[in-house]
């Protein structure tokens, strides 16, 4: 008796503990620089030299409303886009299996895990050499085209998922009594993909009402949101009762989002659930000529680009000469450090940031997998936050965190890899909660009446099980660490500077020079996000769904 109260004690304590580190975590890297971010509204608005202003006035002297309706349109515009685009990638995705599939799913993420920095470059390169005769160049078009690039990935993930989870009986069945092709798609798979679709768009228009890379690459100076404007006000004006105002209706605009997308994800994984099946079908007849014409159309919209640049990384200038230069300069110091020394940073960093991610990010989904009802709700909510939040925003907040700190810890390595962390913990928590809900609880039974704790059988059954699943989400992590680009731009210094905030950087000093040095890291970063992705595809279960 004395020996299971032990074990019952332990159970508890442990589930305490592996609940409390995310927590902590979550506490200090994202509630305490949000909740300054918000004080700082609240109490010291008239601290600014252009005097006290209540936060309508400064709604007003910033435009806010402009602001707002410009950053909903462009999300809202660029989440249809997506849409359209996705659906022949998505039909695609829907009939492959084995080795094709994997490849399809490398293709389609890679762009996804791209710095923001590496596609505005990509796309500057695309609209100023092959499609120069489109006069887009910089504007709404380019963004809106990045933005597809971009997110084609989540519809081709989620929605693709449902769509081969579908039952294909009640589609024969349809086709049995009478109903074409059209008729049948329209009645049995439209509705029961539908959920699925918004989920999809609700995620896009919440990833893209806080772009902030593209549009600044893209933009050419005159494109404004009010991700933009936030990092404007704060660093180019240095006006920060004005930033903090727009941060707060960016947090307002972020949390309705987020809102929106666990109702619509909830109803979508609901839905997949209740009508998933394992039948696939074989491509045959004129369903060859459509997939051939998919993957024409998949390479067009998601290889080209990258393709494009890396003849740009190459070929710089208009002159159309080929050269090396812009990979010879890697090597050369910039403020006293080489390019190569960012990316070994960029690298170690990333690496850490990676660690940090797993660790806390499988902590957090043994708490929400052994959480029941509202808290294992409430667990996976808040495991979405970070995702969702303006990273300017977020890297504003850090800024007003860290002047009021001691120069030690203010100036710590691990700030820059926490923060990439804090972004990747939900990817981790998203691919890790469903390998442990699939392990056998069974299993774990057994272990514990042959005498194991809480401890044993999470490392010799729980985590042998999800092994698999841990390096997908490892290899998750180290790409969205590699490429975080807005938070990071706020903290970085010249020690400490990061590839995606040196391409930045770089782009915005003039010189043919720094276009190649920012072509050719670029290049670098997606040949890294191409082999890490690679990877995932290899060690992910197939069964597994991003997202």
């Not at 799913?105 to 609209?127: C, D, H, K, Q, S």
């Amino acid at each position: 008796m004395a020996q299971r109260s032990r074990a019952l004690t332990s159970n508890r304590l442990g589930g305490w503990l592996t609940a409390a580190v995310p927590v902590v975590f979550l506490g200090v890297l994202f509630v305490w620089p949000v909740a300054a971010l918000v004080w700082r509204a609240v109490a010291h608005t008239g601290d600014a030299p252009t005097g006290s202003a209540s936060l309508g006035e400064l709604f007003t002297r910033t435009h806010a409303a402009h602001l707002l309706g410009t950053t909903i349109a462009q999300a809202a515009a660029s989440t249809a886009l997506a849409l359209v685009v996705a659906a022949p990638i998505v039909w695609l995705s829907s009939r492959l299996h084995g080795a094709s599939a994997m490849i399809l799913n490398a293709v389609v993420t890679v762009p996804f895990v791209l710095p923001t920095v590496v596609v505005g470059v990509a796309f500057r390169a695309l609209f100023d050499g092959p499609l120069a005769f489109a006069r887009i160049g910089s504007g709404w078009w380019a963004v809106l085209a990045a933005h597809v690039f971009l997110n084609v990935a989540v519809v081709v993930r989620v929605v693709g998922a449902a769509w081969r989870g579908l039952d294909t009986r009640v589609l024969d069945a349809a086709r049995t009594l009478g109903a074409g092709r059209f008729r049948a798609w329209r009645s049995v798979i439209a509705p029961a993909l539908l959920p699925a679709v918004g989920a999809a768009a609700m995620l896009i228009f919440l990833f893209c009402s806080t772009s902030f890379g593209v549009i600044i690459i893209l933009g050419g100076g005159t494109l404004q949101t009010l991700e933009t404007e936030i990092y404007q006000q704060a660093i180019g004006y240095f006006r920060i009762p004005e930033a903090v105002a727009l941060s707060l209706l960016q947090i307002v605009v972020v949390v309705v989002a987020l809102v929106l997308t666990r109702v619509v994800t909830a109803h979508s994984r609901t839905s997949a659930t209740r009508t998933r099946s394992p039948r696939r079908r074989r491509l045959r007849g004129g369903a060859r000529l459509w997939a051939a014409l998919a993957w024409i159309w998949t390479i067009a919209i998601l290889v080209v680009p990258i393709a494009v640049l890396a003849v740009r990384s190459v070929r710089p200038g208009r002159d159309g000469a080929w050269t090396l230069a812009g990979y010879r300069a890697l090597t050369e110091p910039v403020n006293g450090v080489t390019p190569l020394a960012t990316l070994r940073y960029s690298f170690v960093s990333a690496l850490i940031a990676m660690v940090i991610a797993v660790v806390v990010g499988v902590m957090a989904a043994i708490a929400v997998h052994t959480a029941r009802g509202v808290a294992r709700t409430g667990g996976a909510v808040l495991a979405l936050v970070p995702l969702g939040i303006s990273a300017v925003t977020l890297g504003f907040g850090y800024l007003i965190v860290l002047s009021g700190l001691p120069a030690r810890v203010s100036s710590s390595p691990l700030i820059i890899p926490c923060v990439q962390a804090l972004i990747a913990i939900p990817v981790v928590i998203g691919i890790v909660v469903p390998a442990l809900d699939a392990v056998p609880d069974r299993a774990r039974a057994a272990a514990a009446t042959l005498g194991a704790g809480p401890v044993r059988v999470l490392w010799t059954i729980d985590l042998p099980a999800v092994g698999r699943s841990l390096a997908a989400a490892g290899g998750f992590a180290f790409v969205m660490a590699l490429g975080e680009f807005g938070a990071t731009s706020f903290l970085a210094r010249a020690d400490t500077t990061t590839l995606p905030v040196l391409i930045g950087s770089a782009l915005n000093r003039p010189g043919a020079t720094q276009l190649a040095t920012a072509m050719a890291a670029s290049m670098v970063l997606v040949v890294v996000t191409a082999v890490a992705m690679l990877l995932v595809e290899v060690l992910r279960p197939r069964s597994e769904v991003l997202g």
